[in-house]
């Protein structure tokens, strides 16, 4: 089974830092290093991608995130917790 999304965000509410710019792979890093994947997430997101599947839960909680505001997209691909 997936690590659930809503672990993944509190994880990133908790940590990311605040009203400081982070890329992208600093979340990913801080996803690999605070929650203990699981074997599903490391599968193919898709048939056409080698990308695992827990990289693309994690884009998704953020385009969810910016659209209620819980986060902030700097157009530079740098996220921001406000």
Do not use: C, H
């Not at 908790?14 to 400081?20: A, D, I, K, N, Q």
């Not at 690999?32 to 056409?48: G, V, W, Y």
């Not at 080698?50 to 902030?72: A, D, F, H, M, S």
């Amino acid at each position: 089974m997936p690590t659930p999304q809503p672990l993944m965000w509190e994880v990133m509410q908790r940590l990311l830092p605040r009203r400081e710019r982070v890329t992208l792979q600093q979340i990913y890093d801080l996803i690999e290093r605070e929650i203990r994947l699981q074997a599903d997430d490391f599968e193919p997101s898709s048939d056409l991608s080698n990308e695992p599947r827990w990289q693309r839960n994690v884009r998704n909680i953020l385009q969810y995130r910016k659209g209620t505001g819980e986060i902030l997209w700097t157009g530079d691909a740098e996220y921001m917790m406000p």
